[in-house]
């Protein structure tokens, strides 16, 4: 059925009420009549630990890979001597970086403890995932060459039903990490140095850090504080490494979805709540509560860049995790589904944004992940000597819509 939404800016959204499963996919998302996602606020999923499976290991190696793969993209690559994981939670990825070498010594710091995993358990997945992983991806490039039509049910599987290492890694990250993601052996012990159960921001300042990294833990923060922090934990020329769920991509954070695209995104907090009370009554007091309370700050690309700037972090390098298919199994559209049925109206939708969110941008539409790389230089006025430099429009816009461009000319 064919509705209008006007938004108290009065802008009008035109939306056809079937659209719902284009958007909502997954099915513990919140949508009239669809099955429930469990409580997002219940603390009880504490943190012990079972096993790790290989699949689970897969996944985070790729995570602690992206780091490495941006080292070696800006020339960084190499053995720190002193790392520290914010908001490490089982600490695997600090682990797997101390394991490859990339860290003599790693520290954890979360302000709730967690079960580490056995040191060894991760050593026979390491191996397992460097000869069965490497095997799988070659098998897979072999069989993807076979014309469909001629490939026999198990080619078929390996094309389609089999996750490898890289595949998994280009369907998060966006990217082809090459086959170098099979070269790093497990050549140190794989565990944390140091496990500190405490909150970052007690940590003592006059210990500094020569790489600093945080996976999945920058929206639990308050960007400034975290940032200013991360700045006085850093020695001078120490990297810190972020990399954090965008809450305005297409199936955000939240997992809510509405009958047209970016529906939580696009809609500022008050008309989301009148768009969820006139069309989910049943769900809307949830649906309200996880808009408001899910990551309040909502960075965009140009917050994490110009605050971590002004806290004299430089960004040399970021990526924008899009995802290459355009749709994502359990997530509904992806941005690049949603730029093929609705190319004509992504400018009007960022404008709808930019009318809460001034320097929100179309690439924060797009961008899956926000991982960056900073380098501290030491110097607080960062910020201003940038925009000095390149002239303040050139430096705002510039920034991002120029490799913005490359992106978008893969595509279109
Ligand atoms: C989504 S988890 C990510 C855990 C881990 N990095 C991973 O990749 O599995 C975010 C973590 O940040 C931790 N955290 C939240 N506030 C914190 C604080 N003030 N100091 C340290 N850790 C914090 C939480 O306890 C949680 O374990």
Request: hydrophobic share 35%; net charge neutral.
């Given at each position: 059925?064919?509705?209008?939404?006007?938004?108290?800016?009065g802008d009008?959204?035109h939306?056809?009420?079937?659209d719902?499963?284009?958007?909502?996919?997954?099915?513990?998302?919140?949508?009239?009549g669809?099955?429930?996602?469990?409580p997002l606020?219940?603390?009880?999923s504490?943190?012990?630990?079972g096993?790790?499976?290989?699949a689970?290991?897969?996944t985070?190696?790729?995570r602690?890979?992206s780091?490495v793969?941006m080292l070696k993209d800006?020339?960084?690559?190499?053995?720190?001597?002193?790392?520290?994981d914010?908001g490490?939670?089982?600490g695997?990825?600090?682990?797997?970086?101390?394991?490859?070498?990339?860290a003599?010594?790693?520290?954890g710091?979360?302000?709730?403890?967690?079960?580490?995993y056995?040191p060894?358990a991760i050593k026979?997945?390491h191996r397992k995932?460097r000869?069965v992983?490497?095997l799988?991806?070659?098998?897979?490039a072999?069989?993807r060459?076979?014309p469909?039509?001629?490939r026999?049910?198990?080619?078929?599987?390996i094309?389609?039903?089999?996750?490898?290492?890289r595949?998994?890694y280009?369907n998060?990250?966006?990217?082809?990490?090459g086959?170098?993601?099979?070269?790093?052996?497990?050549?140190?012990?794989p565990?944390?140095?140091?496990?500190?159960?405490?909150?970052?921001?007690?940590?003592d300042e006059?210990r500094?850090?020569?790489?600093?990294?945080?996976?999945n833990a920058?929206g639990?923060?308050?960007l400034?504080?975290?940032l200013?922090k991360?700045?006085n934990?850093?020695?001078?020329?120490?990297?810190f490494?972020?990399?954090a769920?965008?809450?305005?991509?297409?199936?955000n954070?939240?997992?809510?979805a509405?009958h047209?695209?970016?529906?939580?995104?696009?809609?500022?907090?008050?008309?989301?709540?009148?768009?969820?009370?006139?069309?989910?009554?049943?769900?809307?007091d949830v649906?309200?509560?996880l808009?408001e309370?899910?990551?309040?700050?909502?960075p965009?690309?140009?917050?994490?860049?110009?605050?971590?700037?002004?806290h004299?972090?430089v960004?040399?390098?970021?990526?924008?995790?899009?995802?290459?298919?355009d749709e994502?199994?359990?997530?509904?559209?992806?941005?690049?589904g949603i730029?093929?049925?609705h190319a004509?109206?992504l400018?009007?939708?960022?404008a709808?944004?930019?009318r809460?969110?001034?320097?929100?941008?179309?690439?924060?539409?797009?961008?899956?992940?926000?991982?960056?790389?900073f380098?501290?230089?030491?110097?607080t006025?960062?910020a201003?000597?940038f925009?000095q430099?390149a002239?303040?429009?050139?430096y705002?816009e510039?920034?991002?819509y120029?490799?913005?461009?490359?992106?978008w000319?893969?595509?279109?």
């Amino acid at each position: 059925m064919k509705k209008t939404f006007t938004t108290s800016y009065g802008d009008t959204i035109h939306f056809d009420t079937d659209d719902i499963e284009v958007y909502a996919r997954r099915d513990n998302l919140f949508y009239n009549g669809g099955p429930k996602r469990p409580p997002l606020f219940d603390e009880s999923s504490a943190s012990t630990l079972g096993g790790i499976s290989y699949a689970h290991y897969q996944t985070r190696y790729a995570r602690a890979y992206s780091l490495v793969k941006m080292l070696k993209d800006t020339n960084l690559y190499g053995a720190y001597d002193n790392l520290l994981d914010i908001g490490c939670g089982q600490g695997i990825q600090p682990a797997i970086l101390r394991g490859i070498g990339v860290a003599r010594y790693a520290t954890g710091v979360d302000i709730r403890h967690s079960e580490q995993y056995p040191p060894r358990a991760i050593k026979k997945l390491h191996r397992k995932l460097r000869t069965v992983g490497r095997l799988l991806d070659g098998l897979k490039a072999r069989y993807r060459a076979v014309p469909q039509e001629k490939r026999n049910a198990f080619q078929n599987t390996i094309v389609n039903n089999v996750t490898t290492l890289r595949s998994f890694y280009i369907n998060e990250y966006g990217s082809d990490p090459g086959s170098d993601i099979y070269k790093h052996p497990m050549t140190a012990t794989p565990e944390l140095d140091e496990h500190l159960v405490q909150s970052v921001f007690d940590l003592d300042e006059s210990r500094k850090f020569d790489l600093i990294t945080s996976f999945n833990a920058m929206g639990y923060f308050d960007l400034d504080s975290i940032l200013s922090k991360v700045g006085n934990l850093l020695g001078d020329n120490g990297a810190f490494y972020m990399v954090a769920a965008n809450w305005w991509r297409a199936f955000n954070p939240t997992w809510m979805a509405g009958h047209f695209p970016f529906a939580a995104q696009r809609l500022s907090t008050p008309d989301f709540a009148r768009y969820a009370r006139e069309h989910f009554p049943d769900d809307a007091d949830v649906m309200i509560r996880l808009h408001e309370e899910f990551e309040p700050d909502r960075p965009t690309l140009h917050d994490y860049l110009e605050k971590g700037l002004a806290h004299g972090l430089v960004p040399i390098k970021f990526d924008y995790c899009n995802l290459p298919s355009d749709e994502y199994s359990f997530g509904g559209l992806t941005p690049l589904g949603i730029l093929k049925r609705h190319a004509g109206e992504l400018d009007e939708i960022v404008a709808q944004v930019q009318r809460f969110k001034s320097n929100f941008r179309l690439v924060d539409l797009t961008n899956h992940y926000h991982s960056i790389l900073f380098v501290r230089t030491g110097s607080t006025n960062t910020a201003a000597g940038f925009e000095q430099a390149a002239g303040a429009e050139e430096y705002r816009e510039g920034l991002i819509y120029k490799s913005m461009k490359g992106v978008w000319k893969k595509f279109f």
